[in-house]
């Protein structure tokens, strides 16, 4: 018996069952009272044809046998209840009870690891490149290189909406003390790297972020400094104004001057 089947909550049950199947070790057992939560499965019912006799199976506290798995009928369920399992887990991962049971097996390297050399056996997190079903298989993520790589096919070999893409970002900015600081040596960064996101939004890089902030903390003091000279010169301007009228009236005054004492003679 495993050291997770000791502590299973559904001992002797398909959730424990199936995740422990060779190709699916990357699944957690997600709780009863999520799955049988309607708030969790309602928006899952129109997708699939056989869905509350899927759920009863995923449920069953009984475990398919050999007879059952060469039942044509029973493995058409069997496709069904995998697949609203893998999206009920999608969900759970992202709760705070999923999160914690993930940050502790990324911690464990039971998502394997970096096949890359210079990331020195980085630890990799599992994820969908899509959120939708039969779209592509899944992938594991490293937070060092930022790429996603496809894993062994004898750990992990499932539909990546299981995962989801948000879900490696989703658990870095909960738990920022995983995250590796680390930084790739100069001339090693891939030329098409992976776009990581979130809930469908691109997650920018930090350097990304602090650049334009540097940026305009540059650019504020020029522009003062632009604004003030606007300001000088316009001012400057004015008062040689002022002063050109007031020499011109002057001049005036002189000339009129003039002209009444050429009249008195």
């Not at 928006?43 to 398919?64: D, G, T, V």
Request: proline share 6%; with cysteine; net charge neutral.
């Amino acid at each position: 018996m495993s050291e997770e089947s000791q502590y299973s909550e559904h001992p002797g049950g398909w959730i424990e069952w199936f995740c422990q199947l060779p190709q699916n070790q990357y699944l957690t057992e997600v709780d009863s009272e999520f799955i049988q939560d309607p708030n969790n499965y309602g928006h899952l019912i129109k997708q699939f044809n056989l869905f509350q006799q899927a759920l009863q199976m995923i449920l069953s506290s009984e475990q398919p046998d050999t007879l059952d798995l060469e039942n044509d009928k029973f493995l058409e369920l069997y496709t069904e209840a995998s697949d609203i399992y893998g999206l009920l887990h999608q969900a759970f991962i992202q709760t705070p009870k999923g999160l914690a049971i993930m940050r502790e097996r990324f911690l464990n390297g039971r998502f394997g690891h970096c096949p890359r050399v210079l990331c020195d056996k980085q630890n990799t997190i599992p994820i969908g490149l899509s959120e939708s079903l039969k779209t592509s298989r899944i992938k594991v993520y490293c937070p060092r290189c930022k790429e996603a790589y496809a894993p062994r096919k004898s750990q992990a070999d499932f539909d990546g909406a299981y995962f989801g893409r948000s879900f490696p970002m989703l658990l870095l900015l909960t738990y920022p003390d995983i995250h590796p600081k680390f930084t790739i040596q100069l001339g090693t960064e891939l030329f098409t790297p992976f776009q990581p996101t979130l809930y469908g939004f691109k997650v920018r890089d930090e350097r990304q972020i602090q650049q334009p902030s540097t940026q305009l903390q540059q650019q504020q003091p020029q522009q003062q400094q632009q604004i003030i000279t606007q300001q000088t010169n316009g001012i400057v301007e004015k008062e040689n104004h002022h002063q050109q009228e007031k020499q011109n009236a002057e001049q005036e005054s002189k000339q009129s001057k003039k002209k009444k004492k050429n009249k008195n003679k």
